[in-house]
C-alpha cells in the first residue's frame, strides 16, 4: 500500500474528481450533506484564498477528499469556518490513518469542531465533552404526520400565533426560494442585530461574498434555498439553507424583533416543512445549535464531536495534558461554586 497525499485548492479539481467525490458522500446518508460537498468547498476558495483540498491515493486511486482552509501556514480549521457546520473526510470507506495525512498534507494539525460520529478515522481524536446532538425534522411520512407527533402545547401555540398575526397584518404566506439580494441582506441585518457574533462573521467581506454566491448557486450536491415568510405585505421571518439529495440544511434563519411575541421564526419553520413535504423533501437538518426551539420541532438526530488531529504524537500528548489540567480544574470550579467566584471560608 502506498499512500500518497496532494495538496490543490478546490477550484484545481476537476471534473472526474467532482464525480468520485460526490459518488464517495452519496454512500452514507450522512455525507449527503451541502457542507462536504465540492460545491461549498469551490465558493470557500473563490472567497478565501488558503482553502485547500487534500487528495488522498492509495496505489494512485483516489480514496479519500479533506477540505480544510490555513489558519496559519502550518495549522487547518474547517473549511469554510465559522459557517460549516459538519466537517470530515469524504471517503470511499477505505480504511485512513488520520495523523499520516496530516502529516503528509504537511500540516501541524487540523481542528475540527463538528465532525460526524460515524467517521471511524477521527475516533480517537475526539475531544472529552464535545459531543452534541445536529437535530432534524423527519418528514419522510408526510407533513401531517410529522405534526401529529410534536408536542400538542407546540402545534396549539402556534396556529394560534399566526391567526393572530394575520389578524394583525394580513394573510400569512411563505415564499420559497427568492432570488432578492435585499432579502438576503435583510436576513444578515436581523441576524446581527441579535447576536454580536453574527456581526463580528460579517465583519469579514468573504462571508457575505459566500452567502451571495451560494444563494444562487443550484447544483445537485449544493444549492442555495433563500425563502421569507410574510404577513401581508411585511416580512416577519427569513431563511437561509443550503440544498442537497438529502434535505434541506438550515443555515441563516432570523425574524423581525418587534414581532417577536408572535414566534415567527417558529412559524417559519413549519410553513417550511410543509412546502417541503409538497416538494417530496423529507428532511431539515437544523444543525448542531442546542436551542430550545430546535428540541421542540426536531424528531430524529445525529452526533456530532469537536477535536483535532495533530501529526506529532508528542505535541499531540502535551494538547491532551494541557486540556486534561483545564478540565480538571473547571470540574473543580463546579463542585466548589463559592470558592471558584472568590468567597471565602470561616
Known amino acids: 500500500m502506498a499512500v500518497q497525499v496532494n495538496v490543490v485548492r ?13 459518488r464517495f458522500q452519496q454512500r452514507l446518508s450522512v455525507t449527503l450533506n451541502p457542507f ?14 488558503n482553502a485547500r483540498v487534500a487528495v488522498i491515493e492509495d496505489d494512485g486511486r483516489i480514496e479519500a477528499f479533506l ?8 495549522i487547518a480549521r474547517p473549511i469554510g469556518w465559522p459557517m460549516n457546520d459538519l466537517q470530515g473526510f469524504v471517503s470511499s470507506g477505505a480504511p485512513l490513518d488520520a495523523r499520516s495525512i496530516v502529516r503528509m498534507a504537511g500540516l501541524r494539525g487540523w481542528r475540527f469542531d463538528h465532525a460526524f460520529a460515524e467517521q471511524q478515522p477521527l475516533d480517537r481524536f475526539h475531544y472529552r465533552g464535545t459531543s452534541v446532538r445536529s437535530l432534524e425534522i423527519d418528514l419522510s411520512n408526510g407533513y401531517q404526520a410529522y405534526l401529529e407527533n410534536r408536542p400538542k402545547s407546540v402545534t396549539r401555540a402556534g396556529s394560534q400565533r399566526r391567526r393572530a398575526l394575520q389578524r394583525q397584518f394580513g394573510t400569512v404566506s411563505l415564499e420559497w426560494g427568492t432570488s432578492s439580494t435585499e432579502h438576503l441582506r435583510q436576513l444578515i441585518a436581523w441576524k446581527s442585530l441579535k447576536y454580536y457574533g453574527t456581526q463580528e462573521l460579517f465583519f469579514d ?44 440544511c438550515s443555515w441563516f434563519h432570523a425574524y423581525d424583533q418587534e414581532l417577536a411575541r408572535y414566534s415567527p421564526g417558529i412559524m417559519m419553520l413549519f410553513a417550511l416543512a410543509e412546502e417541503a413535504t409538497a416538494r417530496s423533501i423529507t428532511r431539515i437538518d437544523l444543525g448542531y445549535g442546542q436551542d430550545r426551539y430546535k428540541f421542540r420541532l426536531a424528531t430524529p438526530s445525529y452526533t456530532v464531536f469537536g477535536g483535532a488531529v495533530w501529526a506529532n504524537s508528542g505535541e499531540a500528548a502535551g494538547r491532551a495534558l494541557y486540556r486534561w489540567l483545564v478540565n480538571t480544574l473547571f470540574d473543580r470550579r463546579d463542585e466548589q461554586p463559592e470558592l471558584a ?3 471565602t471560608t470561616s
Not at 478546490?10 to 460526490?22: R, V
Not at 451571495?212 to 433563500?226: F, K, Q, V, W, Y
Open 205 to 248: 467581506p468573504s462571508a457575505q461574498q459566500i452567502l451571495e454566491e451560494l444563494a444562487t448557486t443550484s447544483n445537485e450536491d449544493c444549492g442555495g434555498l433563500l425563502s421569507v415568510l410574510i404577513a401581508g405585505e411585511r416580512p416577519v421571518a427569513i431563511h437561509f439553507g443550503l440544498t442537497s439529495p438529502r434535505g434541506i
Open 10 to 22: 478546490p477550484g484545481e479539481l476537476g471534473p472526474s474528481e467532482a464525480a468520485l467525490w460526490l
Open 36 to 49: 462536504l460537498s465540492l460545491t461549498f468547498a469551490r465558493a470557500i476558495g473563490r472567497a478565501r484564498p
Open 67 to 74: 477540505a480544510y482552509e490555513l489558519a496559519t501556514r502550518t
Open 341 to 343: 467566584s472568590g468567597a
